[in-house]
């Protein structure tokens, strides 16, 4: 019984993590329509386009660093090429340096550490409300959103394998090829699928009651013990892309 109310716990926790004003609605004429998929490379990139967001075309490889400590990321690009890419803009961009970490969840079991809301950067924003903001657009004054983008389970091992549509905007129940593995990297959300934007949360421990509800987008290769000892209200102190910048494509 325990086990079971700490997951109906900690799923309110992220889901928590993002304001519900503001987000964009669903219509017909959206390409995040309820159930839209991309069969092809082709479709990923006219979807990034005609929702002007950037996308990556491969891997990439971010270096955060926090307490002076440094923790790499491998950003995932293959299967999740629209919120690996709108990561790898916002970091090259400046976004999160500066930003809090103002959720740490370690007890009573291991769960994640969420950070990187852009208005954190702002010390005279009350504690109260971290966790509600979104990445602005400067040119549109308006908030970026990327579509909920989860690609089903595939064998990467059968010759010739094709890997299965990426399914945006729907939770879906079958198997994730990204799971809530220990030390993932996915995007925060609010109770709306396409309602993810600069958010993000490290995993401290496997989530696989998360699996396929949240879009998982690289993992930590280096300095897990970093993201272990974060404390809620420590800083992002700078956060660098420094190899694969070229697989960004906007």
Known sequence: MRKILFKIVVSLVIIAGIGLSGCQQLNANNPQTEGATAETTDNTIRIAKEMKLPRLEGKATVVMKVNGRSITIEVDGYNAPITAGNFVDLVQKGVYNGTVFHR??????PFVVQ???????????????????????????????????????YDETEEGATPPAIIYSRIIDEPPELKHEYGVIAMARSQMPDSASAQFYFTLAPLPFLDGKYAVFGRVVDGMDVVESIKQGDRIESAEVIAGIENLKR
Do not use: M
């Open 115 to 153: 950070g990187g809301d852009p208005q954190s950067t702002n010390p005279n924003i009350p504690v109260s409300r971290l966790g509600t903001g979104s990445y602005i657009d400067p040119q549109t004054k308006q908030p970026r959103y990327i579509p909920l983008e989860i690609r089903p389970e």
């Open 104 to 109: 740490v969840v370690k007890e009573p079991q």
